[in-house]
């Protein structure tokens, strides 16, 4: 089997992908290691300030509210204070989140407004069957785009995004997709026998991995509610949020089913560029505490109840992040070159500083896993008091990909972040 090919399982209109395994590597990819991915996640409004950011430095930081989800990973992650894009406050500007630029502005760059992920798509290129792959809930928060200037539109429609890694239905396999939904089957069902022949060829390793990437695909297959329901929906013509919940499908268990599938992408190498957005209409009143719209909660007028419901909203936007780097760090990669989290760098945060100024300054930023040795939470301001631009992190993380680059739009340097 090549080692720079995919292995796939056929059934049933499917194609299942293959995690890497340590008997399908060469001995020039096993020297390398496992290829190095990319997930960002993105929010319009930024955070509460005084809820996200930690309240002291350094790598024991004590965890704010928001960020409490995440402390599990307190030593493969860092929390920039005082980061931004040096930009006017205002809504419109938090499309500059990954290019540090408006598209208004963006000749005067060499970069244009591509974003951070693009160009990391750009340097993956062929490698890969998807350069990048985006998933939302409804509209997003325009956080991705094109050399050419263009936005790159998340998949709306957790079942899009599904045919779309996995499927390619047409009609024919739609009607057998169908037909095996009716029997309560699954994709894994159709492979099992391929399954069983794979695993008297490899070793204990192999053997143990594959058995934990069935468990991982079927906990997928069951985040996705009511598949057979979804088949036939091309194109919605109403709210997708009102839609998925008509048929027993919660805000939870649907972000859940991106994160999974976006997951497995990367862990089988259909992909090593991935994004998440958190739309401004997305409705979280499912989420415990939560009465008013997202953006209504971003204007409290600092009233303790709905700044409260604020809080519950980017808790739980961190706490989706949290599973989903739990279930990256379970996959261990070939060889024993670290987890899956180990080789995913994931960045979160906003181009929006806090909604409810509508501040464009102290950027909420996260950097986690990806190898790097972290730092905990940072006062980025130099001894002048000036805040870091974000760019300097991006340049970082370009490098961290082998783009042997020193500048990335606004970047006056690049952020101390070494790697092991």
């Known amino acids: 089997m090549n080692s720079n090919r995919r292995a796939f399982l056929k059934g049933m209109g499917g194609a299942l992908a293959?995690?890497?395994?340590?008997?399908?590597?060469?001995?020039?990819?096993?020297?390398?290691?496992?290829?190095?991915?990319f997930l960002v996640v993105g929010n319009p409004f930024g955070a509460h300030p005084m809820h996200f950011f930690p309240k002291d430095f350094g790598k024991d930081f004590s965890f704010s509210p928001t960020l409490r989800p995440l402390a599990w990973l307190r030593d493969r992650l860092t929390v920039l204070s005082h980061t931004d894009h040096n930009m006017v406050s205002g809504h419109g500007r938090e499309i500059s989140f990954l290019s540090g630029v408006l598209p208004t502005d963006a000749q005067a760059f060499p970069e244009k407004n591509m974003s951070l992920d693009q160009l990391i798509a750009r340097h993956v290129g062929s490698k890969v069957r998807f350069d990048s792959v985006g998933a939302s809930l409804g509209s997003g928060i325009r956080m991705s785009w094109t050399a050419n200037g263009v936005e790159k539109l998340p998949f709306f429609d957790p079942q899009k995004l599904f045919d779309h890694l996995f499927l390619n239905l047409?009609?024919?396999e739609k009607a057998a997709r169908r037909d095996l939904l009716e029997r309560d089957g699954s994709i894994l069902d159709t492979v099992g026998d391929q399954f069983k022949g794979i695993l008297k060829t490899v070793g204990a390793n192999d053997r143990e991995r594959l058995d934990q990437f069935q468990t991982s695909v079927r906990e997928l297959e069951t985040t996705l509610a009511n598949r057979k329901g979804w088949l036939g929906r091309d194109k919605p013509t109403i709210d997708v949020s009102e839609q998925l919940g008509r048929i027993d499908a919660t805000i939870e268990n649907r972000y859940d089913a991106i994160f999974d599938m976006l997951g497995y992408a990367l862990e089988t190498d259909l992909t090593r560029v991935a994004?998440?957005?958190?739309?401004?209409a997305l409705k979280y009143t499912e989420v415990d505490g939560v009465t008013r719209s997202y953006h209504g909660c971003t204007h409290n007028g600092k009233r303790e109840d709905v700044t409260a419901e604020l809080v519950a909203i980017e808790t739980f936007q961190i706490a989706r992040l949290s599973r989903c780097l739990r279930k990256l760090d379970a996959v261990k990669e070939p060889g024993g070159q670290g987890s899956l989290?180990?080789?995913?760098?994931?960045?979160?945060?906003?181009?929006?500083?806090?909604?409810?100024?509508h501040s464009?300054?102290?950027?909420?930023?996260?950097?986690?896993g990806g190898g790097f040795r972290h730092r905990g939470h940072v006062d980025t301001r130099s001894s002048t008091g000036a805040h870091l631009p974000l760019c300097n992190l991006f340049v970082t993380l370009m490098q961290r990909f082998g783009i042997e680059r020193d500048k990335f739009n606004t970047s006056t340097g690049a952020f101390e972040l070494p790697h092991a």
């Not at 293959?18 to 991915?37: I, N, T, V």
């Not at 994004?275 to 401004?280: G, K, N, T």
């Open 275 to 280: 994004s998440v957005e958190f739309p401004a």
């Open 18 to 37: 293959l995690p890497m395994l340590e008997s399908h590597l060469g001995a020039a990819a096993a020297k390398a290691g496992p290829p190095l991915r």
């Open 170 to 172: 047409t009609p024919q």
């Open 360 to 368: 464009n300054r102290d950027l909420p930023i996260l950097v986690a």
């Open 341 to 357: 989290l180990d080789n995913t760098i994931v960045l979160y945060g906003s181009g929006m500083g806090y909604g409810g100024t």
